[in-house]
Each structure stands twice: as structure tokens, then as C-alpha cells.
């Protein structure tokens, strides 16, 4: 979906007033002592030990900025424009818009965004709640429901629509998504686009011991458990859903971007610091293992990518290297060069 601002009527104070917010206090307040201090039984002493893996410190923690829609379908976050030096510090992503769960009425009418081009990196919507149908100018589509993941590479220039799928449409309800936009190299931003349905079925999973929790590996790798998602560079996306009181590590490679979405329930990282329902926490790059203890049952997207180190420049619907290359895009796209799609 592309950003659509002047279409954006404001959700108000009370948007997010459908999940309960846990402030801080109320969750450091519930995990255990042990925990919050860091005590939790993994330290190893003695001249077997083995040395720990290396902690990746928080660089900072942003809380969900205002409400706007995208066409008349998606109320959604833009976290990215709340980040100082975002396509830098979140090199390869280029942009995060989060729906958190939103109740639509019933109806016949069609919502979503109509046909808009991209060019120059790939869209990837995850559903959590309620359909989308999707279809492009290469004559792919289909519908993404609870679960499922578009993955569509724009490369050299793509026209697409979204909307709410008719079925859903007719029913409401509540709705959940998920879209991030990921940046191609300039070696690839030419390349045909392709379009990748990834099914709640096909996800990989670890069932986590103990009745801990799950993680859905959508791209990369964890805990040697591969994700369907087909990248340009090395990407790990990760659903990770903890009950209340599990612990778990993840470990990344060192270097790479690395941030995290609280999309419900809280969470402490490190035994220190507590994030709760819609927070975003970007990572430094230097260390790998981060350590998770769950408050409450709560469900976060971990997003790590290794940077690309180009330059970018993003303008509306295209991501690429140079502001002649965005002007060129603007040309292509007025000349039908990008295709034609039926609305």
C-alpha cells in the first residue's frame, strides 16, 4: 500500500482504545524479581563455562505515533516517520506501517487502496486479522487471510490494488496488518517483479518446550528452522508468540539491523527494560542474543536484515539510489511502462 496522508482522517484519542494498554509499572511490576534484575539461572561459572553470547543493546524505543489511513482501508502507524535517520538506522527496511486491530462494519462497498505503482524494493503484508485480495500488472494476485504473507517484489515497476476481500468486507470485523516495505540493492532494483504467497501452512515453525510459545519463521532462519520467504540479501522476519512468564533468546548475527514490534501483551528485554503492546525497539548493530521474558502472553515481529550501506532516496511509491533514478520512475510509470491494470 503507499502512503495516502491527504486522504487521512484522524482516529482521535480513543483509537487504540479496543486492547488494554499495561504501562511500565504495571509491567515491572508483575514479572518476577529474578527476572527483572537479570537473575535467571543462565549465568555459568567455573573453568567449563562457556562464554556467553554477546548482548544486543536497545538503542531506543518508540512508541506508536498517530493514526492514518491509506485509501479508505487501512488505519495504520507509520512508525518509520517517527525514527530520526529511519532509511539510515533501518537499513535495508524502508518503511513499517502497522493496523493494530481495528473493527470494521459490514458492508458492499469496496475498501483498500486502488492501482499505484512501485518500483525499487519489495512490499510485505502480513495479516493477522481479517483478508486482503491483491492483484498486480504481471496478472498475479490473490487473497491473503489470518496468517498468510504477500511477499511482492516491485523491482523494475509494478502496478498493484488492495482491498479488503469481499467476503470479509461482507462479514467486518476485526483487522490486523502488518506491511513493511524492504529495500533491493542497486544490483537488483531492475529486477523482473515476482510475487510470493506465503500461507499460514507453508510458515516454518519451533514449537518452543514447555508450553512456552511459538515462533512463525517467515524469512531466514531460527533455531535451525528456515522461512519460505525468497530474499535478495539476508533477511529474517520472526512471529514470535511467548505465554505469560516464558523466556526466550534470539540470536542474530552481529552487524545486522535488528528491531522488534510489540504487537500485543508486554515484555521485559535484558531483565531490565519493559516494552508493552505497540511499542517498536530498534537495536544497535554490534552484539547478537536478546533476551525476552514475557509479562503477560504477548506477540512480537522481529525484523533483522544485514544493511545494504547505499544511498537511498524514497519518494512516494519508489525507493531508489539517486534522485534521477526517482524522476526516471515518475516518467516510466506516466508512460505505461510499468503496465496497465483494470480497476
Given amino acids: ?14 483509537a487504540q482504545a479496543s486492547r488494554p494498554i499495561l504501562t511500565r509499572r504495571d509491567v515491572l511490576a508483575a514479572v518476577p524479581a529474578g527476572i527483572v534484575l537479570g537473575l535467571g539461572g543462565t549465568a555459568m561459572a567455573g573453568p567449563d563455562a562457556v562464554a556467553p553470547v554477546p548482548a544486543r ?18 488505519r495504520v502507524a507509520g512508525y518509520f ?28 462497498a469496496r475498501r483498500g487502496v486502488g492501482p499505484h505503482p512501485h518500483r525499487g524494493f519489495e512490499t510485505v503484508t502480513f495479516a493477522f486479522q481479517g483478508s486482503v485480495a491483491h492483484h498486480d500488472s504481471t496478472g498475479a494476485g490473490g487473497v491473503i487471510g489470518p496468517g498468510d504473507v504477500q511477499w511482492m ?48 501452512a507453508g510458515m516454518g515453525r519451533v514449537t518452543l518446550p514447555g508450553g512456552a510459545g511459538e515462533v512463525r519463521v517467515i ?48 515484555a521485559v528485554i535484558h531483565g531490565r527494560r519493559a516494552v508493552g503492546q505497540d511499542d517498536f525497539v530498534l537495536f544497535e548493530r554490534a552484539g547478537s542474543r536478546i533476551s525476552l521474558a514475557a509479562t503477560t502472553a504477548c506477540r512480537i515481529l522481529v525484523l533483522s536484515g544485514r544493511p545494504i550501506g547505499e544511498p537511498v532516496v524514497q519518494h512516494g511509491p519508489f525507493v531508489m ?10 516518467r516510466d510509470y506516466r508512460s505505461g511502462k510499468m503496465g496497465t491494470l483494470d480497476d
Avoid: C
Fill in 1 to 14: 500500500m503507499a502512503p495516502d496522508r491527504d486522504r487521512s482522517p484522524d482516529a482521535g484519542p480513543d
Fill in 57 to 74: 543493546r536497545i538503542d531506543e524505543v518508540y512508541t506508536a505515533p498517530r493514526f492514518h489511513w491509506v485509501g479508505d482501508g487501512f
Fill in 81 to 108: 516517520n517517527a525514527i530520526p535517520d529511519a532509511l539510515q538506522r533501518l537499513d535495508p527496511f524502508v518503511l513499517l506501517d502497522y493496523a493494530p486491530e481495528h473493527a470494521f462494519a459490514p458492508t458492499t
Fill in 153 to 200: 517484489t516491485a523491482g523494475a515497476g509494478i502496478l498493484h490494488a488492495e482491498y479488503h476481500e469481499q467476503g470479509y468486507g461482507r462479514r467486518g470485523g476485526p483487522f490486523e496488518m502488518v506491511q513493511l516495505w524492504v529495500n533491493l540493492p542497486k544490483a537488483s532494483k531492475f529486477h523482473p517483479p515476482r510475487y510470493q504467497p506465503l500461507t499460514a
Fill in 219 to 266: 524469512a531466514g532462519e531460527h533455531l535451525g528452522v528456515a522461512g519460505p520467504a525468497k530474499t535478495f540479501t539476508p533477511i529474517t522476519i520472526l512471529d514470535l508468540s511467548l505465554a505469560a512468564g516464558a523466556r526466550h533468546d534470539v540470536n542474530l548475527p552481529d552487524g545486522y539491523t535488528v528491531a522488534m514490534l510489540v504487537m500485543s501483551g508486554a
Fill in 321 to 330: 539510489n539517486t534522485r534521477a533514478e526517482i524522476d526516471q520512475a515518475w
